[in-house]
């Protein structure tokens, strides 16, 4: 019987398809009907239809996860990659709202994006920036107070930055920093 079923799925589907059509009042009614003699026990029903269904594209989706991990990497990369630059300012917000118990400034994603993208080399040690070892650097340490904002902030690598630690170079006079 499953098999003829699933032999014949097309045929009866086009079958009822048909039959709708052409009795569509009847079959509404109908439907209507047997709703309203017991309503709760179709709520009852719908509800299982709907967990059964839920679960089984669940597990469908699951499965076809395990069978095509490198489409999943991909996906996950792609993501990562159009989130990045709002992830980072993320980051910033929380790590500034720790230490500050405030907000101290914004930067919006596509201004930092503007930023990394012109980068071309580290402005300390010179060596090329890539999409992998460049950072933001906050000129003024937000730790002492420096503030999350375009004019103190600067595109240095990865290495520059965490030897700078939160030492404030000297050359930059404190005055010009701010919002
Ligand atoms: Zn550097």
């Known amino acids: ?28 009614r109908r439907a209507y009907c047997r709703y309203w003699e017991n309503p709760e026990e179709h ?58 118990g405030v907000s101290a400034g914004s930067i919006s994603p596509s201004a930092i994006a503007q930023l990394l993208n012109a980068a071309k080399r580290c402005p300390d040690c010179k060596c090329i920036l890539t999409s992998d070892n460049r950072s933001v650097d906050h000129i003024y340490p937000l730790s002492r107070g420096g503030l999350h904002t375009l004019f103190n902030v600067r595109i240095v690598c990865r290495s520059c930055n965490s030897r700078k630690h939160t030492n404030i170079p000297e050359q930059v006079p404190l005055g010009s920093f701010g919002g």
Do not use: C, F, G, T
């Open 43 to 100: 709520r009852a029903q719908r509800r299982k239809y709907v967990a059964r269904w839920r679960s089984k594209a669940v597990k469908a989706a699951q499965e076809w996860k395990k069978r095509n991990p490198e489409k999943v990497a991909e996906h996950r990369r792609k993501y990562r990659e159009k989130h990045r630059e709002q992830r980072l300012e993320e980051q910033y917000q929380r790590r500034i709202r720790k230490r500050l």
């Open 1 to 28: 019987m499953y098999r003829w079923r699933s032999k014949h799925r097309e045929e009866m589907a086009a079958k009822s398809r048909e039959y709708y059509a052409k009795h569509r009042e009847d079959v509404r």
